[in-house]
């Protein structure tokens, strides 16, 4: 356990569903990101929150929607997803903005999206 | 906005042996990073590294800022190493979060 916990683990939804995919990190840390891992791809970033505020959206199509609202608590709202959006998403956080990340990112497990 | 590549893509080894990694970024950073994702999806942090050298166990890295590069070094590989290796940066300006490599691919054989 890295201190950083993502729930579900494992998400399968229809196209036409609304989910959600939850993020929580217990490190006392300022700054949350999703991450989005498609198969064979590198990480690429979503959004980026520091001290509650998004700073930082990756031209991620509305379909996906974040939610911070708190520096301990970050959503993914989902709704009327493609096929082509089964992936792994991954949260985390870093003690400070993102910018200067003293320590790093700690990671959570993820959640592995199918969309059918 | 700043380029991170890695090598070698793929990586077979014996049990036992020893092995480097590479990783290349295009401009100076704050922040460098290398992690090992399990088959399972988790990405566990193995170093912060922005400069310096770095020992944990038989796993060691070293950054060289000023030359745009790091090292992952992995001595007596075990089977337990298999996985991909990612490297990840944060530079000064622009996109102020982690941008990763396209990893290095490690099988360990028994």
């Known amino acids: 356990e890295t201190g950083v916990t993502q729930t579900p683990r494992h998400l399968v939804m229809g196209m036409t569903n609304k989910k959600s995919l939850k993020c929580e990190q217990h490190?006392?840390?300022?700054?949350m990101y999703w991450y989005k891992q498609s198969a064979k791809k590198p990480l690429e970033l979503m959004f980026v929150?520091?001290?509650?505020?998004?700073?930082e959206n990756n031209s991620v199509p509305s379909r996906f929607s974040p939610e911070c609202p708190n520096s301990s608590h970050l959503f993914l709202h989902l709704h009327t997803l493609q096929p082509e959006d089964s992936a792994l998403y991954l949260c985390?956080?870093?003690?400070?903005?993102?910018?200067?990340?003293?320590?790093?990112?700690?990671f959570g497990s993820g959640t592995r999206l199918t969309v059918v | 906005g700043i380029q991170v590549e890695q090598s070698p893509p793929d990586l077979i080894l014996q049990e036992g042996a020893n092995s480097t990694l590479r990783c290349n970024f295009s401009d100076s950073v704050n922040n460098l990073q290398w992690f090992h994702q399990n088959p399972w999806g988790q990405l566990i942090n193995l170093f912060y590294i922005p400069s310096g050298t770095k020992q944990n166990g038989r796993l060691s890295a070293t950054t060289v800022a000023t030359e745009r590069y790091s090292l992952l070094y992995i001595s007596s590989s075990q089977t337990t190493d298999s996985g991909v290796y990612f490297c990840?940066?944060?530079?000064?300006?622009?996109?102020?979060?982690?941008?990763f490599g396209s990893g290095t691919r490690l099988q360990v054989q028994p």
């Open positions: 490190l006392g840390h300022n700054a």
């Open positions: 929150y520091n001290f509650k505020e998004q700073t």
């Open positions: 990840a940066v944060v530079p000064p300006t622009g996109r102020r979060a982690l941008t």
């Open positions: 985390a956080s870093s003690q400070d903005s993102a910018a200067i990340a003293t320590g790093g990112y700690t």
